[in-house]
């Protein structure tokens, strides 16, 4: 009985590890769900221990898929190999542990008929997908959506959005794969795994004659990619060449509608900071353009008193800050552990140097905020921005949305390296553009930088690594998807009503065996 645990565990280890393989750079889209389908029928046929074969599945799914955060802390937090990847492993065995209920479920809610226990599966899948998108700060990554960009799923994303579309592709493969199943053994085919097959396929065909926005206009855009060294980036004797190399490869584009620069292009701060800001601003102005910049944001605290106090007398805020023809000013709200600010930083502060990056000791944005409005034939057009990881959150982007023609990422992903990071980043972003019907241009400092439509395609990209501007154009959008109004509730819902069927179908099998 040990050795068939261990079996299934290595089984589901190694589902884990395949299920990356569907999304960017990589692109098989089926194997994705193909993965997950495997782990529904390896505990559909397991007996005891669901949730720990599910959570062997989890540790395979994202040491496989996050492996990027490993170049984080070894190359640029100068961790030695083997404290990387002891911290490394300790965030997949906690991060696998979203997986457990998944496998618990399952388990508690077992019925005898195939396609009734999938239909519990995916409800539990999906769930477990939204919990990642809040509890403890969340972690929206490798969602099964997500991987769904290139397949014949894209037109759910502005409907559905990634949980939904999820659900829906994933339904889909388990009832496919039911109906193989009892082709092979000559069985009759149930109808309810024949409906699973076939109902998503019957959404994907009334989505696709929908058009859900239209275009109001076409305008310019430069979008500079500095490729700055992560090194020297936050190096005070480095600022102002890193701030001439910005300057430079903006020169020739201040023709352009638009001017952006990535996450913390500028890292001056103080009386620094207001001088090229100043600089900028005045020749955005002068030359009728929008421009839009990360930087560092200070407030200075106005509740502290006195000399001895160890409480920061400033508030640090990395922010998006719109020039020229530009107004407002975003700041980051949804911050990264450890990148943004240090979780129990008394301990951990000083272990080693990632945990002590510039940055480190952000505050928080406020939830809600105003967008940056560009001026874009002397019309006002609301931009909504995410920085960084903040493009990651379906529901708190969608907000953003409302009223916006047009959405933006600032981002610095050169602490991803050469690793799937910066990929899989830009696919979240491509998924974004889906769900709200919105042009959506992507400003990286090392790339990725590029512009991608409101179907989700990439129109114009730079390489990684090097420096340069893409020169192109973009649309203002108007008009809702589905998913901009309705967000996830529709999908909740349905899982709500789904549960409650389960429920009652489980008490009347327990009157009958009384």
């Not at 500028?266 to 353009?289: K, Y």
């Amino acid at each position: 009985m040990l050795k068939t645990d261990w079996r299934n565990a290595g089984l589901a280890l190694l589902l884990g590890a395949g299920f990356p393989l569907g999304f960017a750079p990589y692109g098989w889209w089926p194997l994705s769900l193909l993965s997950a389908a495997g782990l529904f029928l390896l505990l559909h046929l397991s007996q005891h221990r669901l949730g720990w074969l599910a959570w062997f599945f989890g540790v395979g799914k994202y040491l496989s898929g996050a492996s990027w955060i490993y170049v984080s802390i070894h190359q640029y937090g100068n961790a030695s190999p083997l404290l990387a990847g002891l911290l490394v492993g300790l965030f997949v065995a906690a991060l696998a542990l979203f997986m457990l209920p998944v496998g618990w479920v399952m388990q508690r809610f077992r019925m005898a008929t195939p396609s009734i226990n999938a239909m519990i599966f995916c409800c539990a899948w999906s769930l477990m997908e939204w919990s990642l998108t809040w509890l403890l700060t969340g972690f929206p990554w490798l969602f099964v959506g997500y991987s769904l960009t290139d397949s014949l799923f894209v037109g759910l994303l502005p409907v559905w959005g990634a949980l939904g579309a999820g659900f829906w592709a994933l339904l889909w493969t388990i009832g496919g794969l039911l109906c193989v199943r009892a082709a092979w053994q000559r069985l009759p085919i149930a109808r309810g795994s024949l409906v699973m097959a076939v109902l998503p396929l019957a959404l994907v065909l009334l989505a696709l004659p929908w058009q859900w926005v239209t275009s109001s206009g076409t305008h310019s855009v430069a979008i500079v990619q500095g490729n700055v060294d992560q090194a020297v980036k936050w190096d005070a004797d480095q600022r102002q060449a890193i701030v001439n190399r910005y300057l430079r490869l903006s020169e020739p584009h201040w023709s352009a509608d638009t001017l952006v620069w990535p996450e913390f292009a500028l890292t001056a701060f103080g009386a620094d900071a207001e001088r090229i800001t100043s600089g900028l601003d005045a020749r955005g102005m002068q030359s009728s353009t929008n421009v839009v910049i990360g930087a560092p944001r200070v407030e200075w605290r106005r509740d502290i008193e006195g000399a001895d106090t160890n409480v920061p007398r400033y508030k640090l805020f990395n922010a998006a800050v719109g020039l020229g023809q530009a107004q407002g000013i975003v700041t980051k709200h949804h911050l990264v552990p450890f990148g943004d600010y240090v979780p129990l930083q008394d301990w951990l502060r000083g272990l080693i140097d990632f945990f002590d990056l510039p940055m480190s000791n952000a505050t928080r944005g406020a939830a809600q905020q105003a967008n940056v409005v560009l001026s874009l034939q002397s019309k006002p057009v609301e931009t909504a921005i995410g920085i960084c990881y903040e493009i990651a959150y379906g529901n708190s982007m969608r907000h953003r949305t409302q009223g916006a023609g047009l959405l933006m990422t600032l981002t610095n992903d050169t602490w991803f390296g050469r690793s799937i990071g910066p990929h899989q980043h830009m696919q979240i972003a491509r998924v974004r553009a889906l769900e709200n019907g919105r042009w959506l241009l992507r400003a990286a400092n090392d790339g990725i930088t590029g512009v991608v439509d409101h179907h989700g395609q990439i129109r114009a990209r730079l390489p990684q690594f090097v420096e340069g501007v893409l020169a192109t154009s973009f649309q203002v959008m108007q008009g809702t998807t589905p998913y901009s109004v309705m967000g996830d509730w529709p999908l909740l819902v349905i899982i709500a009503g789904l549960i409650l069927v389960f429920r009652q179908r489980s008490v009347a099998d327990k009157v009958k065996i009384t």
